[in-house]
């Protein structure tokens, strides 16, 4: 019967997808991330997506685990730390301290409440940019996925720097050798105002690239990512949007970046927009065993034959 319907549906253009089920009456929801469960408010789409990726944002674990091995006094960094997914998802890999940044005060509210199972979690509630100040926004999709629209609305909201944050902070600064940023367009900005962090401490940067949401922002996150290898970065590896690593390659090599940056251009590809890995050049090591792992991971998912 219900292929039946769903040919009826067909004819005129409809399918039946099973979704997530909610209720009008739930205003949360536990979900499990990695070893750990975390609460949700029912309008963030990261319960549909865990709900139907079960290992989303598991390359994020793995790679703070390669990272970890080098460098054991590792301080994972999390920009755009969202209800707290990102906190459980490194610590069921490694338990490893964390500073997790995050503008939205909604969000925030269950960050915190989220973030209280784990130890060593530092926690700032801060919009970052590329220069600290006040500015005028137009603040999209609050409370879930919030996006800055700068110089397009009413609400003003305060801007800091990494660099302004972190000398704010307690924490040691040579140990933050991981740096996550997923900030809906605003992450290029964010790396231009950790200038400090990059050439002292030579962090792996892991961040999103989403020429929809930086062609929003009127961002050129192309030419911030070219100029790292100015910073001494040198491999650069990139992941689809579901996570799952796609090739590596030189900085230098920028005919290959152009390419891959052009097809990804949101609707128009397949891969909506790609999650960038980069690496210093004095961590040649650290890129060639995280390369091999991430081969080899993708390898171990392909279908048995």
Known sequence: MKKFIRHILGYFGYDIIKVVPTSFLKKEQPVTVGNYTITLPVQNPLIKTYATQKDFASEIGRLTGYVHHKYPGLIFVDIGANTGDTIATVKSVQDVPILAVEGDEFSFSYLKRNAAQFSNVHLVQQFLGEKSGTIN?????????????????NEKVTIKTLDTVLEESSLSKPAMKLLKIDTEGFDTLIIRGATALIRETRPVIYFEYNRDNMEAIQENGLQTLLDLSREGYESILFFDDRGRFVVSGSLSNRELIQDLHDYADGRNGLIYYYNICLIHGSDADLAASIIAGERAFRKSQEPSK
């Open 137 to 153: 926004v137009d603040l999209q999709k609050k409370g879930w996925n919030t996006t800055l629209i700068p110089n397009a609305g």
